[in-house]
């Protein structure tokens, strides 16, 4: 399907999109993308930030495996370790959020998760059902689901206990809610950038292109194999 895009004003007028750094000039502009209206101001390249800063995210959890077997049976298992990946990865997926549902509704306020559950309910349905794979160990995970009973997701409720009332609820910052968290943040920042590549070419990007062009590529956490280019040679 291709995407329908214009500006919201002439292409060669530039605005400027204000941040809490440095301003970054752009051109504001409005269309179709995956049959939704999105708005976004774009530069001449999409940053990467947010997919270095998940791949970090990713990383850490990665090491983690030196310490952890990553196994059902060790689902339960809380560390200071995972609390500090919990916060750090939840925390990134309210800001990679509330990018992504202001792209699709652009009148919206946007101030938890609630109304963010509401937008992608309506406009981006198919992210509730994203599945997460960790090959190394035969294990599968659905961040979302809890979203199609229009409920918040278990690690979320959890996030906020660690941060609110740690001692209390410590022993939720488990690697059951740890893998779920940094799960949620990449399928949130795969449709992030996939809606930010459609923009930037004018095109209806599929998820195979958006993460062609996210280097490096994740290698612990996966979504499903139809989502990538194969790197079989022969």
Same mark, same amino acid.
């Given at each position: 399907?291709?995407?329908?895009?214009?500006?919201s004003s002439?292409?060669? $007028?530039?605005?400027?999109l204000? $941040?809490?750094?440095?301003?970054?000039?752009g051109?504001l502009v409005?269309?179709?993308?995956?049959g939704?209206?999105?708005?976004m101001i774009?530069?001449?390249?999409?940053?990467?930030?947010?997919?270095?800063?998940f791949?970090?995210i990713?990383k850490?959890?990665?090491?983690?495996?030196?310490?952890?077997? +990553?196994?059902?049976s060790?689902?339960?298992? +809380?560390?200071?370790?995972?609390?500090?990946?919990?916060l750090?990865? =939840?925390?990134?997926?309210?800001?990679i959020?509330?990018?992504?549902?202001? +792209?699709?509704?652009n009148?919206?306020?946007?101030?938890n998760?609630?109304?963010?559950?509401?937008?992608?309910?309506e406009?981006?349905?198919?992210?509730i059902?994203?599945?997460? +794979?960790?090959?190394?160990?035969?294990?599968? &995970?659905?961040?979302?689901?809890?979203?199609?009973?229009?409920?918040?997701?278990?690690?979320?409720? =959890?996030?906020?206990?660690?941060?609110?009332?740690?001692?209390?609820? &410590?022993?939720?910052?488990?690697?059951?809610?740890?893998?779920?968290s940094?799960?949620?943040?990449l399928?949130?920042v795969?449709?992030?950038?996939k809606?930010?590549?459609?923009?930037?070419?004018?095109?209806?990007?599929?998820f195979?292109? $958006? &993460?062609?062009?996210?280097?490096?590529?994740?290698t &612990?956490l996966?979504?499903?194999?139809?989502?990538?280019?194969?790197?079989?040679?022969?």
């Amino acid at each position: 399907m291709t995407s329908r895009l214009k500006a919201s004003s002439p292409p060669s $007028t530039s605005a400027v999109l204000s $941040t809490n750094k440095p301003l970054v000039m752009g051109i504001l502009v409005e269309g179709i993308c995956g049959g939704n209206l999105i708005y976004m101001i774009i530069t001449l390249n999409t940053a990467k930030h947010n997919w270095n800063y998940f791949l970090a995210i990713e990383k850490d959890l990665a090491n983690l495996a030196q310490y952890i077997e +990553f196994e059902e049976s060790n689902l339960g298992t +809380f560390w200071i370790e995972l609390a500090h990946i919990l916060l750090s990865a =939840s925390s990134e997926v309210d800001v990679i959020m509330k990018q992504l549902c202001s +792209f699709l509704s652009n009148n919206t306020p946007l101030e938890n998760i609630n109304q963010y559950k509401k937008i992608i309910s309506e406009k981006m349905p198919e992210l509730i059902e994203e599945k997460v +794979f960790i090959n190394r160990y035969w294990l599968t &995970f659905t961040p979302w689901e809890n979203w199609k009973n229009w409920t918040n997701p278990d690690w979320w409720s =959890s996030y906020n206990n660690v941060k609110h009332h740690r001692n209390d609820c &410590f022993k939720e910052a488990n690697l059951q809610n740890t893998i779920n968290s940094v799960g949620a943040l990449l399928i949130s920042v795969a449709y992030y950038y996939k809606v930010a590549f459609s923009v930037e070419k004018w095109v209806d990007v599929n998820f195979k292109e $958006t &993460f062609h062009n996210l280097e490096p590529e994740s290698t &612990f956490l996966k979504l499903s194999d139809q989502y990538y280019y194969s790197n079989l040679v022969v």
